[in-house]
Nanobody
Framework: QVQLVESGGGLVQAGGSLRLSCAASGRTFSSYAMGWFRQAPGKEREFVARITWNGGRTYYADSVKGRFTISRLNAKNAVYLQMDSLKPEDTAVYYC?????????????????WGQGTQVTVSS
């Protein structure tokens, strides 16, 4: 059974940084694409970042490009999201995801495993 456990969320002032971590278990971590989504109050869940199985390619939402960095350490079954220059609009619950089937893509919501989420709050 796949489990994804996020950590590292919290309260930070605008302009500050946070690093989210996600620990994965239950199957061969290095075989699958990983990513991060977020959901702000009253808004739909949205894509933040994706990384392929070996970390060779990364993709970002336009809203976070240049400020967030996704990385993974397959030896530790972990994926990270370094968030710099945080803005109040980055306030959301952040979810770690793992593709159910693909080494490169995440696909639809149903095609991913989801963590429980971690709250990030950015004060102005």
């Amino acid at each position: 059974q796949v489990q994804l456990v996020e950590s590292g969320g919290g309260l930070v002032q605008a302009g500050g940084s946070l690093r989210l971590s996600c620990a994965a278990s239950g199957r061969t971590f290095s075989s699958y694409a990983m990513g991060w989504f977020r959901q702000a109050p009253g808004k739909e869940r949205e894509f933040v970042a994706r990384i392929t199985w070996n970390g060779g390619r990364t993709y970002y939402a336009d809203s976070v490009k240049g400020r967030f960095t996704i990385s993974r350490l397959n030896a530790k079954n972990a994926v990270y999201l370094q968030m710099d220059s945080l803005k109040p609009e980055d306030t959301a619950v952040y979810y770690c995801v793992q593709s159910r089937t693909s080494a490169d893509y995440l696909g639809s919501y149903e095609s991913m495993y989801w963590g429980q989420g971690t709250q990030v709050t950015v004060s102005s």
